[in-house]
Nanobody, 114 residues
């Protein structure tokens, strides 16, 4: 059974940083692409960063240069380092196995105050 558990969210001032973590189980992590999504109130869930099994990364234009996705295949973990946070980054953040996209964790709330 695929399980995804996000952590690391919180309240931070504009310009601050947070590091999100996602613990995974139930699949062969090293073979799968992973992504971080976010959903702000009243908006659709959007993909902000993805990393392939080989470590190639892509970012949404809105976070490019500020967010960094990484993975640790030894720990079955995926991370999102978020720097220079803006109020518009406020959302619930979810990790996702892009090869098994039906599974979601509970998400972790990020609030950026101005």
């Amino acid at each position: 059974q695929v399980q995804l558990v996000e952590s690391g969210g919180g309240l931070v001032q504009s310009g601050g940083s947070l590091r999100l973590s996602c613990a995974t189980s139930g699949f062969i992590f090293s073979l799968n692409a992973m992504g971080w999504y976010r959903q702000a109130p009243g908006k659709q869930r959007e993909l902000v960063a993805r990393i392939t099994f080989s470590g190639n990364t892509n970012y949404a234009d809105s976070v490019k240069g500020r967010f960094t996705i990484s993975r640790d295949d030894a720990k079955d973990m995926v991370y999102l380092q978020m720097n220079s946070l803006k109020p518009e980054d406020t959302a619930v953040y979810y990790c996702n196995n892009l090869d098994y996209p039906a599974y979601w964790g509970q998400g972790t709330q990020v609030i950026v105050s101005s």
